[in-house]
């Protein structure tokens, strides 16, 4: 596969080294926010601010001075100041300057064929300048909607981010897009120009706002120390080892070659030894204000014990082989493997008469903890944590002792309080939090019997990571509390919305009609649970009105379940919605599946009975069969239906699919129904 620069950009006459400088020198803050964009999400934003100033330094022609003329139509007038400039040798020397720059950062991902996955790509491997020592460069962090656009921008092909943040943040037309992708070696340009249309559907207006944003600027950057503990610890490893391969080289030179013999005792292939305490990471306190990367790598060791290495040891010791009658639990789909290298420590210390020590090792969550007594067993409890954010990693569950829970909250958590779901109304009350994080007690939910309360935690992140941004938590059994959100309902022409925190008025009214059925998902491993109220509806007979909703349950491991609701206005403002239908290992409901329909009987004050349908806002046409057969225009369907009979409902989308609804295995009407089914296109 050719990666030269000069190849791929030949759909654009070079120009004059003079002139390639000039433009380089000229735009060079917009070539390495462009190519800041392009490179792969998966490189930490270190290592994609080097490699951004490094390719367009190194876009730079090296070959003598032409003179040529250029093959390209000028840009068209009108156009902002975000773009290249308009007319003559200066359009010429920017588009071509930028299709350097753009197969730059197109190929920089690009791997041979039978090159290793987990290697990086060999272009990733060549050193170039500039290269930086004992210091991380990043941009400032941006708030919740610049962390939501990068998220999106990793999960789509290089292309296509080439193609958004050329249309969105240079202005240009698609003919130009166009141009530039075919010189950049774009096999298909026209499938990259679609893809930036899906993410910008995704993003909305804000889009080229939110790509000039400092999260995204690698030329106004901050600069912080790397681990200097870990530095110089493997500085000192390294002469160890230098010195070692020293004196064994001398050795061998001296002694000669040892035959091995076959009567040697090898060590047991299952036999497992801990880490050392003192091999536990340790982050620095204020790393969560200056990182990108705000999970639980930025939490700082915390704990009056942190120091105590007989404890750390044996917490290591009971992780690695747990001793007989340790008690051990784990969420679902998450491995109770030995520490592995790297582990870090986040805190240890005393809780309500028990020490108690928690680990991250970058893909769980670990909690050992230790009772007073030396006969009581002590216990170990491993949680997912995996591409954890500042939500989801926000705080854990330190201790659960008769009915009560203790958190440890993270270091941008700068206020907390209680609220109970099921009083929407009732303000929330301050939670006392430590100087270390721990938080008071609090009651936990119940995980079984009558739903009278459901208590959540409202925390505040830190000005210093985002502005006004609140948000809820719930326990649901798990180490980590799930993240709580919000969609409210469509509105007219407006493009669709995003999930938001559930701290308004509206969320939390809406969240009361469906906060009991958290419970139904305790112990599955859930990371995040959105409430969206996808359709309302007027109710025949001047019922009143009601509102569809669709609960989804994202879990850790990826998959996820959906809860269809139905509410009406007549009922209490928080009796439990009506559950018209349930899907397992689905993408409904999510940015994935965007589109949904379901049905439910209702009955009027005067007895007659209804069948009732409604879908999300691509729907527009509703289709019932079987004992009953009629259809209906709209998102919304209301027909006399007698109450055993069986149905099939459907609906029709703007772009020409049928949807199915989400099946409802209570449902009788319907005939055989699975509930691990969705519904979906055909």
Excluded at 172 to 200: F, I, M, W, Y
Excluded at 440 to 460: H, N, W
Aim: hydrophobic share 40%; proline share 7%.
């Amino acid at each position: 596969m050719s990666t030269s620069q000069r190849r791929r950009a030949s759909a654009f006459e070079p120009v004059a080294l003079d002139h390639a400088e000039a433009v380089i020198v000229d735009q060079y803050t917009r070539l390495v926010r462009l190519a800041y964009l392009i490179l792969p999400g998966k490189l930490s934003r270190h290592r994609r601010v080097l490699a951004a100033h490094s390719l367009v330094q190194r876009a730079l022609p090296g070959f003598r001075e032409r003179h040529t003329k250029a093959r390209i139509p000028l840009q068209r007038k009108g156009r902002g100041t975000a773009g290249p400039p308009e007319t003559g040798p200066a359009r010429t020397g920017t588009a071509w300057m930028t299709a350097r720059v753009l197969c730059a950062a197109l190929a920089h991902d690009r791997r041979p064929r039978g090159w290793p996955d987990r290697l990086p790509p060999p272009r990733a491997l060549r050193p170039a300048l500039p290269v930086v020592w004992g210091l991380r460069l990043f941009p400032r962090a941006g708030g919740a909607e610049e962390i939501a656009l990068a998220q999106v921008l990793s999960e789509v092909s290089a292309p296509a981010r080439a193609a958004f943040v050329l249309c969105k943040l240079d202005g240009l037309p698609r003919t130009e897009v166009v141009e530039l992708l075919a010189a950049a070696d774009v096999s298909d340009p026209e499938a990259a120009l679609q893809g930036a249309c899906r993410v910008e559907e995704t993003v909305g207006d804000a889009a080229t706002t939110l790509l000039r944003s400092q999260e995204f600027d690698a030329c106004s950057v901050q600069t912080r120390p790397t681990d200097l503990l870990r530095r110089r610890r493997r500085i000192r490893l390294a002469w160890c080892a230098a010195g070692i391969a020293s004196i064994s080289c001398a050795a061998l030179l001296t002694i000669g070659p040892v035959p091995l013999t076959r009567d040697e005792p090898t060590r047991p292939v299952g036999s497992r030894s801990a880490i050392s305490a003192d091999a536990l990471t340790r982050t620095s306190p204020d790393v969560w204000a200056d990182t990108s990367r705000v999970d639980f790598s930025a939490w700082p060791a915390r704990g009056s014990r942190v120091d105590d290495r007989a404890l750390l040891t044996r917490a290591l010791a009971a992780w690695t082989d747990p001793p007989a009658g340790t008690h051990i639990g784990a969420s679902e789909s998450t491995t109770t493997e030995p520490p592995p290298k790297g582990t870090q420590l986040l805190y240890a210390g005393d809780v309500g008469g028990e020490a108690v020590v928690l680990f991250h090792d970058g893909r769980r969550v670990v909690r050992y903890v230790e009772p007073a007594s030396p006969t009581e067993p002590a216990s170990l409890d491993f949680s997912r944590a995996d591409d954890s954010d500042v939500t989801t990693a926000a705080a854990l569950a330190v201790s659960r002792k008769d009915g009560k829970i203790r958190y440890l909250t993270a270091p941008w958590i700068a206020e907390a309080q209680t609220r109970d779901l099921l009083r929407p109304n009732s303000p929330g009350r301050p939670l006392d939090v430590s100087g270390q994080g721990l938080a008071a007690a609090v009651d936990a939910p119940s995980a079984a019997g009558s739903c009278d309360s459901m208590p959540v935690l409202q925390l505040r992140s830190s000005n210093r990571i985002v502005e006004k941004h609140a948000f809820l938590v719930a326990d649901l059994g798990d180490l980590t509390p799930v993240h709580l959100s919000y969609t409210p309902l469509p509105g007219t022409g407006a493009p669709p919305r995003q999930p938001r925190e559930a701290t308004s008025g509206t969320a939390l009214q809406s969240w009361a009609r469906g906060a009991c059925r958290l419970s139904e998902l305790r112990g599955s491993g859930v990371r995040a649970v959105n409430h969206w109220d996808y359709a309302t509806q007027d109710l025949p007979e001047n019922g009143g009105r009601a509102v569809w909703s669709c609960t989804r349950a994202s879990t850790w491991r990826g998959p996820g379940s959906v809860l269809l609701q139905f509410r009406t206005s007549t009922e209490a403002a928080t009796a439990p919605a009506k559950v018209v239908g349930r899907a397992r290992s689905t993408a409904a409901c999510s940015r994935f599946g965007q589109h949904v329909v379901a049905d439910t009987r209702w009955t009027a004050g005067s007895g007659h009975r209804y069948l009732l349908a409604a879908g999300s806002r691509e729907v527009t046409r509703i289709m019932v069969t079987g004992d009953v057969d009629t259809e209906r225009r709209g998102r919304a369907l209301a027909v006399r239906a007698p109450e055993d009979a069986r149905v099939t409902v459907r609906a029709h989308l703007a772009d020409g699919e049928d949807l199915d609804e989400v099946s409802s295995s209570a449902n009788p009407r319907h005939g055989p129904a699975s509930a691990s089914s969705g519904g979906g296109r055909r």
